[in-house]
């Protein structure tokens, strides 16, 4: 899947081979809809494991990729779905623990 091309199904992966990039830890999940990617953390809490998330556009500037979390309005669409199916997914997470 190419970066701005429209997507109608999320597409959702676990981001093992990100951890070699960030030192160990890396997102449990990834959610993205065209350049729209949000990613599911699991931290530990006292009594359970619990998530957070963050929402990234890429874009690219010349031949480089970049990231960033402003949006723009035509953007908001991709970043709710995206937000919606990492809530659901972590919803569904907790309901299962």
């Known amino acids: 899947m190419a970066f701005g091309s429209t997507v109608n199904k999320p597409v959702t992966n676990s981001a093992s081979a990100e951890g070699a990039k960030t030192g160990g830890k890396a997102p449990v999940n ?4 065209g350049g729209i990617t ?40 991709k970043a709710i779905l995206a937000l919606q199916e990492a809530y659901k997914k972590s919803f569904t997470s907790e309901q299962d623990e």
Do not use: C, H, M
Not at 30 to 33: D, L, Q, S, T
Not at 45 to 64: H, I
């Open 38 to 77: 949000v990613d599911v953390w699991e931290n530990q809490g006292e009594k359970a494991p619990f998530y957070t998330f963050t929402l990234q556009r890429s874009y690219k500037q010349g031949n480089d990729w970049k990231n960033t979390n402003s949006l723009r309005a035509q953007d908001l669409p």
């Open 30 to 33: 990834k959610i993205k809809f």
